[in-house]
């Protein structure tokens, strides 16, 4: 029993499983859904399906195996749907023998019709009798007197199931990601650095110690607690924003996610920057005055401790990475220079990329060569869960000596 | 085998559900699934539980999830320094281990002689792994204490609604064990019918007002934190308490401060006032 269905949700990239399967299928024997192709698109939405994000894909499939009255192949320009959604007032009147025509029409013919159109149809139409639009008696389109044909967009009064498919209620959920927040928590879990030495109240039994203690009072026992192991990674995240990043925004947002959601750091500052680390840094994604932050103050408060994770593509001009400037009266640092600074201060560093660029390419003037210059300069990895792994395995190895560092 | 009786969860007076929120429900209590809610914040999602529990006149047992919880705390705990204790002062019973083993909320389903319903409040707080660790206790409803060589068993099934704010991506394996349902966000009428729920006697000139602003309110594109239902509710009864007329609504929203909690979002509102003011 629909079991092409099964396959094509499968091909559609929902992981669905044989064992929810069964479930609906169990579902289906016990009589739910038998009267309504709604009922059992609920049905089999909230069983098959497990996240909102596979709405959309699971609509797609659900279109493709039962709901062919709607589908059209090549699917229908943004345009067209746009026209559809704002209907005109009907203040033309239809020739209603041309509604008589189109009523007697088969429903292959109009599906035929209705490509062709799409092929023809450059501009809105509302009203009349030929092209897909808003009113009007052709068999397309939506708010028409057309007695059968083919709805396209528009909101829809009868709830149908295939209207609701086709809808794309749920395309704001879709998330075509190679990488999913979860394999990046997992990787960020193991940036862990367990200590007893923090400031927390003792709430765990110290097995050793009690037995210690209790043998010491001739077998009257004498529970000991401790402090509770805690993590003492403290992270400082810099991330570039804008330009060339925009590219990798839904990647830098996944990473960003999870950091953010893995709160076992003791400390975790994030701040943004544009292309390179210079003499400013700035609070939000959004580079603007209000909220600069200077990088020097940044080095002041953040102790030798902190590791940190920059993120960032490394594609810039040249220049802008090696050359000093002069901004508002004074000298400033190239960013190859403050990014050395870094390195110096912070001994556990490493730098994400989610450009991969192989080395020794013929490139477009002299662009990428900032990236094989930061490459010499720091550890860089590429941002994928492979790669972030390594990444926190160099961060956790590279620990440096602070304190022998800050004596030489 | 007795098939189970399809139930009669309709909503109830003070909770409105959509019909697939209710068709979800019936088939979880049917099939004996956990079902897995997920929405917006503020869409009701705990109150379903409490609702499906009223409704259909069973216990309900609320294990809500902080992030320190582990699942042997759900199931039961053994409390070894509470017998170590008597053995030094030979108070009786010591031997009886089940004395110090206490269960926990999903010990306690199990063990009620009724059917009862489980809220597993926001699991996406726990651990990573914590809906792992449960896997096998939810299938089979029944766990083992190794302590007294004791397996819990069901009595029946509890109806188990599972709640989750999306904070923590769930595991596939289990997933693939729950129904689910994202609780969307209401339109106007549904909206309507939810407030007048609560309450009934509010002014039907004030209540379209209300909700015209709301949702002028949720679309403006740039706010962090959109109000929710929940914050809907709060706003009427402030509205209704300081006596508003209807009229002022929507041109000044008055008390924006029980919709928006930010800071930045208010700047927003503001300046939509000030440029529908002008326009």
């Excluded at chain 2, 809907?232 to 919709?259: C, F, K, Q, T």
């Amino acid at each position: 029993m629909f079991i092409n269905f099964f396959y094509r949700l499968r091909a559609c990239g929902v992981a669905t499983s044989l064992n929810e399967w069964l479930m609906l299928m169990d579902a289906l024997e016990k009589g739910f859904a038998r009267t309504s192709m709604t009922e059992f698109y609920n049905l089999c939405r909230s069983m098959l399906v497990k996240s909102e994000r596979d709405f959309d894909k699971f609509d797609n499939a659900f279109l493709m195996c039962f709901g062919d009255m709607e589908t059209v192949e090549g699917g229908l320009s943004e345009d067209l749907l746009r026209w559809l959604d704002k209907p005109k007032p009907k203040d033309c009147d239809t020739k209603p023998r041309d509604i008589e025509r189109n009523a007697a029409l088969t429903r292959e013919r109009i599906e035929e019709m209705f490509e062709e159109r799409l092929k023809e149809q450059k501009e809105e139409h509302n009203g009349g009798t030929y092209w897909i639009g808003t009113g009007g008696g052709s068999p397309f389109g939506n708010d028409g007197e057309g007695e059968i044909g083919i709805r396209v967009g528009g909101k829809t009064n009868l709830r149908r199931a295939f209207r609701v498919a086709s809808e794309h209620k749920y395309r704001d959920f879709r998330e075509d990601e190679i990488l999913s927040i979860r394999q990046f928590q997992m990787a960020f879990r193991s940036l862990r650095q367990f200590s007893s030495r923090i400031a927390v109240p003792k709430t765990e039994l110290d097995i050793d110690e009690t037995i210690r203690k209790t043998c010491g009072n001739a077998g009257r026992l004498e529970v000991v607690f401790g402090k509770p192991r805690k993590n003492t990674v403290k992270l400082l995240l810099l991330m570039d924003t804008g330009g060339s990043m925009d590219y990798y925004s839904g990647l830098c947002a996944t990473l960003f996610q999870s950091v953010i959601k893995a709160n076992h750091f003791r400390d975790l500052k994030i701040y943004y920057f544009h292309n390179c680390i210079r003499h400013d840094l700035y609070t939000t994604p959004i580079i603007g005055p209000k909220y600069r932050v200077a990088t020097q103050w940044v080095l002041n408060n953040l102790n030798s401790d902190f590791k940190v994770l920059i993120v960032g593509d490394a594609l810039m001009d040249t220049d802008e990475l090696v050359k000093d400037s002069v901004s508002a009266g004074k000298n400033q640092m190239s960013g190859l220079k403050w990014l050395r600074i870094l390195k110096r201060k912070y001994p556990s560093l490493a730098w994400v990329n989610p450009e991969n660029l192989p080395s020794g390419v013929i490139r477009y003037k002299n662009w990428g060569e900032s990236y094989d210059i930061i490459r010499k300069e720091v550890d860089m990895y590429s941002l994928t869960v492979e790669g972030l792994r390594d990444a926190i395995k160099h961060l956790l190895s590279s620990d440096g000596h602070p304190m022998m560092k800050r004596a030489v | 085998m007795a098939i189970q009786r399809l139930t009669s969860f309709n909503g109830s007076v003070e909770y409105v559900a959509s019909p697939e929120l209710i068709g979800a429900v019936d088939v979880a209590i049917a099939l004996g699934k956990p079902l897995l809610i997920k929405g917006e914040p503020g869409t009701g999602k705990t109150m379903l539980a409490q609702s499906i529990a009223e409704s259909l006149g069973k216990r309900l047992i609320i294990w809500s999830i902080k992030s320190t919880t582990k699942a042997q705390d759900g199931l039961y705990v053994y409390d070894v320094v509470q017998r170590l204790y008597d053995s030094q002062f030979n108070s009786g019973g010591v031997d009886d281990i089940g004395k110090y083993i206490k269960l926990g909320r999903l010990g306690d389903a199990f063990c009620d002689e009724k059917q009862t319903v489980l809220l597993i409040d926001e699991i996406d707080k726990a651990d990573l792994e914590f809906p792992n660790d449960l896997l096998w206790e939810l299938d089979k409803m029944e766990f083992y204490i190794p302590e007294t060589k004791q397996t819990i068993s069901a009595k029946t099934r509890p109806i188990v609604i599972i709640t989750s704010n999306a904070e923590k991506e769930l595991p596939d394996a289990f997933l693939r064990r729950c129904i689910f349902h994202y609780i969307e966000f209401p339109d106007k009428d549904l909206m309507e019918r939810i407030v007048l729920a609560h309450y009934p006697d509010v002014e039907r000139h004030l209540l379209g007002q209300v909700i015209e602003a709301f949702y002028q309110i949720r679309d403006l594109s740039v706010l962090q934190k959109k109000p929710s239902t929940s914050e809907l509710l709060d706003w009427i009864s402030a509205l209704v308490i300081g006596g508003i007329s209807p009229d002022r609504i929507i041109s000044e929203v008055p008390y924006a401060g029980v919709l928006l909690k930010k800071t930045e979002d208010m700047a927003v509102l503001e300046s939509h006032i000030g440029s529908q003011a002008r326009g």
